[in-house]
């Protein structure tokens, strides 16, 4: 069946300084999308644009962090 990528929500990046990044929705679906179509794993696709990154979570836009 597969991964819908409107459905995870915008990505939150912690980076290891504790410093956060809520991506927009619409960054969040193009990665989750590259992270499909090359095989690669979503986090190293990130990685590329945020190497200090410690955590990712996926969060709804009612949800309040």
Known sequence: MGIDCSDLGRA????????????SLEDTIRICR??????KEFHEIIKKEEPAVKVIRFVQEWDSE
């Open 12 to 23: 939150l990046i912690i980076r290891r300084d504790g410093s956060r990044k809520l991506l």
């Open 34 to 39: 590259e992270a499909l179509e090359t095989g």
